[in-house]
T-cell receptor, first 107, second 116 residues
């Protein structure tokens, strides 16, 4: 069975500091992984997916199959990055989410 | 971008009654819709996958007779919580994907259900 783990419930950093939100997964097949973001009072929206290997809003995430991780990184956090971040794994047509990490970027 | 709406945004009902939540894709045809449940400060838990014109597929541990899902058209799926109990109080979120094989999910704003 698939499982997505986000070990940190809350991550606080100062503006301009690097940030890494951790995500580990367990899945027997070839995973398709995503990061979703939920800003205050807004709905969930896609941030990035590992297949596209793109950088969105300065965030990147690399799939590490050896460590079964898909950590989200940004070199210089901004206050507007404060939000809930969810790592998700797609299994066939279904999405399974981690418990989320709240990122708080302090001025 | 694609928009998914939910109605109502919040509902309070009495224990033992049933409540229906609608999920609509406003500007695209959704071949598949998903229903999630989210407890406070916790993750989204997938409840069921709803395909237009066919029976919903429920995740393990989700009672299909309690959470009735209907996907009668390509733009509408409904979740009916039958004989609601206080423990059914939660935040219910739907999402939709468009073409088969599409990777992106578009989320609704969620419905806050409170059962008294």
């Amino acid at each position: 069975a698939q499982r997505v783990t986000q070990p940190e419930k809350l991550l606080s950093v100062f503006k301009g500091a690097p940030v890494e939100l951790k995500c580990n997964y367990s899945y027997s097949g070839s995973p398709e992984l995503f990061w979703y973001v939920q800003y205050s009072r807004q709905r969930l929206q896609l941030l990035l997916r590992h297949i596209s290997r793109e950088s969105i809003k300065g965030f990147t995430a690399d799939l590490n199959k050896g460590e079964t991780s898909f950590h989200l990184k940004k070199p210089f956090a901004q206050e507007e990055d404060s939000a809930m971040y969810y790592c998700a794994l797609k299994n066939f047509n279904k999405f399974y989410f981690g418990s989320g990490t709240k990122l708080n970027v302090k001025p | 971008g694609a928009v998914v709406s939910q109605h109502p945004s919040r509902v309070i009902c009495k224990s033992g009654t049933s409540v229906k939540i609608e999920c609509r894709s406003l500007d695209f045809q959704a071949t598949t819709m998903f229903w999630y449940r989210q407890f406070p400060k916790q993750s989204l838990m997938l409840m069921a996958t709803s395909n237009e014109g066919s029976k919903a597929t429920y995740e393990q541990g989700v009672e299909k007779d309690k959470f009735l899902i209907n996907h009668a058209s390509l733009t509408l799926s409904t979740l009916t919580v039958t004989s609601a109990h206080p423990e059914d109080s939660s935040f219910y979120i739907c999402s939709a994907t468009a073409p088969v094989g599409s990777y992106e999910q578009y989320f609704g704003p969620g419905t806050r259900l409170t059962v008294t």
